[in-house]
Nanobody, 128 residues
Framework: QVKLVESVGGSVQAGGSLRLSCAASGFTASNNCIGWFRQAPGKEREGVAAINIAGISAVYADSVKGRFTISQDNAKKTVYLQMNSLKPEDTAVYYC?????????????????????WGPGTQVTVSS
C-alpha cells in the first residue's frame, strides 16, 4: 500500500524560506511521478511542482518558477520542495501526491486527476 507523509509545514514571513519533505513508501513500480499541490481557502487545488523519479525530469507552475525547487533523495525515498522568496499568496495546505508510470519514461505532470495517491496535507502560512 502506497503511503505518502508530508513533513510539518510552518509559518514564515514574506521573503522567507521553508522546505517540505514527502516520505514515500509502498511503491511496487520502479518509476513514479511525485508532485506537490496546494489549496488555499476558497480556491481550487493547484499543481505546484512535480518530479519524475526515474527520468529525473521536473515541471513547475509559472507562479513558483525560480522560487521553488523540487528534488529527490532516492536512498531515503523522499521528495523535497524547497520554497524560497515566499509570498503571502503561497499560503495554502500543501499536499504530496504520486502515481506510478509503466516502464522507463520521463513523463511528469501537474494534472491532479492523474494522481491516485495523496498525503494528508500540511499547512504553510506566509505573513506579510
Amino acid at each position: 500500500q502506497v503511503k505518502l507523509v508530508e513533513s510539518v509545514g510552518g509559518s514564515v514571513q514574506a521573503g522567507g524560506s521553508l522546505r517540505l519533505s514527502c516520505a514515500a513508501s509502498g511503491f511496487t513500480a520502479s518509476n513514479n511521478c511525485i508532485g506537490w499541490f496546494r489549496q488555499a481557502p476558497g480556491k481550487e487545488r493547484e499543481g505546484v511542482a512535480a518530479i519524475n523519479i526515474a527520468g529525473i525530469s521536473a515541471v513547475y507552475a509559472d507562479s513558483v518558477k525560480g522560487r521553488f525547487t523540487i528534488s529527490q533523495d532516492n536512498a531515503k525515498k523522499t521528495v523535497y520542495l524547497q520554497m524560497n522568496s515566499l509570498k503571502p499568496e503561497d499560503t495554502a495546505v500543501y499536499y504530496c501526491a504520486a502515481f506510478s508510470i509503466l516502464g522507463y519514461s520521463d513523463y511528469v505532470s501537474l494534472n491532479d486527476y492523474e494522481y491516485n495517491y495523496w498525503g494528508p496535507g500540511t499547512q504553510v502560512t506566509v505573513s506579510s
